[in-house]
């Protein structure tokens, strides 16, 4: 199984901020995805990382709100833009085992914002 | 209906005791099905595969009845360490893979 690491694994920020979360993957990945999930509630999915081109957003997500990059096949950015209380939960990356169709996902980052 | 639907618990189970857990999913192109298991305040963590025609992992065992769409994950002799939340999860054949908002297990001493 791939190694996912994420940073920060936490911050406190404040309304009107944005904050930028890193996803590092050790080993070269076809797939990668952006989750949250708030407080008690299930995971969904943000978006598709794509290499090279731009992300693949789910219902209810927009770029200008969560801009992604992917530069290679091994990292990828997920920003929260102008963050208000509603963006505090946990922040998830999500990769695709190579050889397998399951999925792996980082430690996550914890975010509240007040 | 919901693509995925999962009784919440929790499940309040003596330790030793054996404990299933069905899930029914609405997308009948669905693919592949997983198990995870998700500590709180932790990512979800692949607990095993689900093929068509069962597969077991020590104590755990997991079923699939694509007619009905439901999948079943049984744990036997539970221990203290089961305590978790179990997210049933099948995968669509654009990669996307769906989570319910999983069933939630205490082992009791």
Known sequence: SAVISQKPSRDICQRGTSLTIQCQVDSQVTMMFWYRQQPGQSLTLIATANQGSEATYESGFVIDKF???????????????????????????????????????GPGTRLTVL | RKEVEQDPGPFNVPEGATVAFNCTYSNSA??????????????PKLLMSVYSSGNEDGRFTAQLNRASQYISLLIRDSKLSDSATYLCVPQNRDDKIIFGKGTRLHILP
């Open chain 2, 30 to 43: 669905s693919q592949s099905f997983f198990w995870y298991r998700q500590d709180c305040r932790k990512e």
């Open chain 1, 67 to 105: 801009p992604i990059s992917r530069p290679n096949l091994t990292f990828s950015t997920l920003t929260v833009s102008n963050m208000s209380p509603e963006d505090s939960s946990i922040y998830l990356c999500s990769v695709e085992g190579v050889s397998t169709d399951t999925q792996y996902f």
